[in-house]
């Protein structure tokens, strides 16, 4: 948010804080400045007054609108202007607004998602509360990336999709008698442009009615952020919990309980384990449930816990099931995803991860057809498409498919993706239903090349040299950890994932645990293959 870079339509280096006080805040906006995706069907009905009015189409300039009014001659709908937005804060419409988490450098506050620090009463006023108090350093989902410790918490509202260009944006505001203090009202664009580096979110944005709440973190090449140590992440516990190491735990008989075929080894030489879970629980410090829809599927991942369930079991299930899921905006797509006929689930890291390491994971499919579940590495959000899947298909009961999948083209967004990709899916017989019992799946990922291992027993290696020579961008970049359940579309359900019908839900997918190493820097970067 903040940066010397902005001109003087921004406020740079700001933030909301202490005692800051709001009584209403409109937004009357050019008739072009919604996104024509943000029609009637999308937005809140107008309410009561005292409520939060999101308006298709002009609501009268009524009495109601005229109690705004703070001097002679308030217009509240002045001409050549249409309202779309009119909060009286008399509560916190999360259907319009959201409490940031941010902290940008020049800021000595955190902005906590707490209602507390951005508060609503029945009096219509909203409060922005400033507290000392240490904030302990964390990740957070608008800064995308962690924040440092810091002295005191404070409150951000933001709305939850960008509106314009262009429009009349107002706010009765009283600040605090105090000094050192900056109370705000502005609009920011996040995370958009072409110009940035590898090491930034490139090309994405709040498309139209997006904004991004969660997006997963460009993390250092040991898997973790330098910024995170043992302070930050959960101390080992009992058998069943997830670890976070950021050191290599000993290879004990706790580790060993993982066991499913004769000398697998929970510590292979040469890499590191970070992630260690048993999912047993929710573990809100390493994952996340998405809120994704991509076009070729026919289910809506839901931020549910049916969906994405954990039991004392030691089982995660991912969750299939017949469900009209209204069309609603995706924090993890940061666009609209329409209306689609079922729900399900996918599990992501809420940083990413890489690049390199082995990640392997205890599955076991449901005994039936048209679904894809899936272990699987993606980048998001940035050029060029990298990702390496393992998935199991319910055409495909005694294969798995493989694949890597990168973009030839300068900007993948430009063009259609499957004219823009070099795929290299291919099946390997696993000699087993992997519906019939568990298998554990790896992808080991290494600078020059990428092996798939069911069950200790290697079955492919995708190198670079041979990426290369198609066109292709071998992955080399940082990416988020996924585990999803699927159906594909029926115009590539018979080649792939097959013939479904959704009467045949619901349907399970099923993991014990998942396990992800760090490449270590002495690892011989060939590995032999059993």
């Known amino acids: 948010m903040s940066g010397t870079t902005h001109d003087k339509s921004t406020l740079s280096g700001t933030g909301m804080f202490s005692a800051a006080k709001a009584l209403s805040i409109s937004l009357v906006v050019a008739l072009s400045g919604i996104p024509a995706s943000i029609d009637a069907a999308d937005t809140p009905a107008p309410g009561a007054a005292g409520g939060t009015t999101v308006a298709a189409d002009n609501p009268a300039c009524d009495e109601n609108l005229l109690t705004l009014a703070t001097y002679p001659d308030y217009a509240p709908c002045p001409a050549g202007y ?11 419409d999360d259907s319009v607004w959201e409490r940031s988490t941010g902290g940008f450098p020049d800021n000595e506050c955190r902005f906590v998602d707490e209602p507390e620090h951005v508060s ?38 933001r709305s939850l999709v960008e509106h314009g260009p262009y429009g009349r944006y107002e706010a009765r505001m009283k600040s605090p ?43 250092a090449l040991s898997g973790i952020p330098a910024s995170i140590d043992a302070a930050d992440t959960p101390a080992p516990g009992a058998a069943g919990g997830t670890t976070v190491a950021a050191d290599n735990p000993a290879c004990d008989e706790n580790l060993l309980t993982l066991a499913t075929y004769p000398d697998y080894a929970p510590c292979p030489a040469g890499y590191t384990l970070r992630i260690d879970d048993r999912f047993n629980h929710f573990d809100d410090s390493v994952w996340e449930r998405s809120t994704g829809g991509f076009p070729d599927n026919e289910c809506r991942f839901v931020d549910e816990p049916e969906h994405v369930s954990f039991n004392s079991d030691g089982i995660m299930r991912l969750v299939m099931e017949k469900r009209d899921v209204a069309a609603s905006y995706s924090r993890h797509e940061l666009k609209m995803v329409e209306q689609k006929p079922c729900a399900s689930g996918e599990l992501r890291s809420l940083v990413e991860h ?23 590495t993606f980048q998001f959000y940035k050029d060029p498409w990298q990702e390496i899947d393992i998935e199991l298909q319910g055409r495909l009961p005694d294969q798995i498919s493989t694949n890597v999948i990168s973009n030839h083209a300068a900007d993948f967004h430009e063009c259609d993706r499957y004219k823009c990709t070099h795929n290299t899916e291919q099946h390997e017989d696993i000699g087993a239903d992997h519906s019939a019992d568990w298998h554990v799946y790896t992808i080991d990922w290494l600078p020059e090349q990428i092996h798939f291992y069911v069950d200790g027993r290697h079955k492919r290696t995708v190198t670079k040299s041979e990426i290369d020579a198609a066109g292709g961008n071998f992955p080399n970049q940082p990416a988020t950890i996924l585990m999803n359940f699927w159906l594909p579309d029926r115009k590539i359900a018979k080649w792939f994932g097959g013939e479904w019908n959704l009467d045949q839900l ?25």
Not at 136 to 142: G, L, T, V
Not at 191 to 216: N, V
Not at 359 to 370: F, H, L, N, T, V
């Open 82 to 92: 249409t309202l779309r937005i009119d909060d009286r804060f008399n509560h916190f």
């Open 120 to 157: 609503f009463n029945s009096d219509g006023i909203m409060r922005l509360v400033m507290e000392k108090r240490d904030v302990a350093a964390s990740y957070s989902r608008h800064e995308l990336k962690m924040v440092e410790q810091k002295p005191c918490a404070s409150g951000e509202l």
């Open 177 to 219: 008698d105090s000094s050192g203090f900056v109370q705000s009202l502005f609009t920011f664009q996040f995370y958009k442009g072409t110009t940035h580096d590898k090491s930034t979110l490139s090309g994405t944005g709040m498309f139209s009615a997006a904004k991004a709440l969660s997006i997963s973190l460009v993390v």
């Open 354 to 376: 890489g690049p390199y390491g082995r990640y392997e994971a205890r599955m076991k499919s449901p005994d039936s057809s048209g679904f894809v579940q899936s272990l699987f």
């Open 506 to 530: 619901p349907l399970v997918a099923q993991y014990d645990w998942f396990r992800y190493y760090t490449l270590d820097s002495a690892h011989p970067l060939t590995s032999a293959l059993d």
